[in-house]
C-alpha cells in the first residue's frame, strides 16, 4: 500500500534506537524527509547517516534533550512546517513512591509531558493552515496498566493522553490528526533497564527476570521495534485521517481490553 507521503517531512523525537528509531526507518520508507532528535550526538548522527543511505531521503540530526526549550527551537528551525510530529522520550527510572525526589518529578514531567506538549503547540497551527498533520505520541501500555514500579512514567504520560483529548476536535475538521500508540514489551533499552531494576529486587538475574516476563506473554516474545515504527507510519498515512484520538495498544495481546 502506498501510505501517500512521499515529499512529507517528519519530526522525530529520540529516533537513535528502540521504537523512535523504528518509527523514523518506517517514515523514511515511505520518501518522508527527516529531522531526528536525541540526546547523544555519536549515535544521533550515525542513525542519521544509515537511514539516509538506505532509504534516500534527506535526514538532519538535531541533538539535544527535548526538555530542553532552545532544543526545541533548533528542532523547529530545521522543520519549520513539519507535515508530521513523532513525540517519544525515555521514560523516567523506576521507583517506588517515597523514593521519588522533587527532581525525578520534574524531570518526568518535563520530558513526558511539557515537552511533548510544546512540539505540539508549536505545529498544529501550521498543520492546520496547510491541511494535513500527523502528531504520533509514543507513549505506554503503563497508561493503562500500570507497573508497581513505574508510577513516574504512568503518571506523567496519562497527563499527556489527558491533554490530547482536549485538543482533537479542534483539528480533525483540517486533517490535522492526534493519536497516542501504547507500545508494551518489546525488545528495547528501556525494557532490559526496567528488568534489570526488578531483577535486583527479586534476587534474579536480568536473564532471568526477562525470560520469566517472554514465557508470561501470550505471544511467547517481545515485540520488534519495527512493528511499532509501521504502526506509526500508518497512523501518519493519508489513509488515517478519520483516526483521531485514539489511544492504540500494541502488545501482544498482553494487556486484552474489553470490547
Known amino acids: 500500500m502506498d501510505l501517500g507521503l512521499r515529499g512529507r517531512t517528519a519530526i522525530v523525537c529520540a529516533a537513535s534506537k528502540g521504537l523512535g528509531r523504528a518509527c523514523a526507518e518506517a517514515l523514511a520508507a515511505e520518501g518522508v524527509g527527516l529531522v531526528l532528535n536525541a540526546r547523544s550526538a555519536g549515535p544521533l548522527e ?17 541533538a539535544g534533550d527535548i526538555a530542553d526549550a532552545e532544543v526545541r ?27 521519588f525526589t522533587a527532581e525525578d518529578w520534574a524531570k518526568a514531567l518535563e520530558g513526558n509531558l511539557r515537552a511533548p506538549a510544546a512540539m505540539m503547540a508549536a505545529v498544529l497551527e501550521g498543520m492546520a493552515a496547510r491541511g ?49 500508540i501504547l507500545p508494551g514489551p518489546f525488545a528495547t533499552d528501556r525494557l532490559i533497564s526496567n528488568f534489570t531494576f526488578q531483577a535486583k529486587q527479586k534476587g534474579i538475574t536480568p536473564d532471568e527476570a526477562l525470560a520469566a516476563r517472554r514465557a ?7 515485540g520488534e521495534p519495527l ?33
Open 73 to 99: 527551537a533548533a528542532i523547529l528551525a530545521a522543520a519549520p512546517a513539519p507535515d508530521i510530529l513523532v513525540n517519544n522520550a525515555g521514560g523516567p527510572s523506576p521507583g517506588k513512591l517515597k523514593s
Open 132 to 180: 494535513f498533520g500527523r502528531v504520533i505520541n509514543i507513549t505506554s501500555s503503563v497508561v493503562r496498566h500500570p507497573i508497581d514500579v513505574q508510577g513516574l512514567s504512568a503518571a506523567a504520560r496519562a497527563g499527556l493522553h489527558g491533554l490530547v483529548s482536549t485538543l482533537v476536535r479542534e483539528h480533525v475538521g483540517r486533517n490535522v490528526t492526534i493519536n497516542n
Open 227 to 259: 512493528e511499532v515504527g509501521r504502526l506509526c507510519a500508518y497512523l501518519c498515512s493519508a489513509h488515517a485521517g478519520y483516526i483521531s484520538g485514539q489511544s492504540i495498544g500494541i502488545d501482544g495481546g498482553a494487556h486484552p481490553q474489553i470490547l
Open 216 to 222: 508470561e506473554l501470550p505471544a511467547k516474545r517481545f
Open 46 to 62: 550515525k542513525a542519521a547517516a544509515e537511514i539516509a543511505q538506505t532509504h534516500n531521503v534527506s535526514v538532519v540530526p538535531v
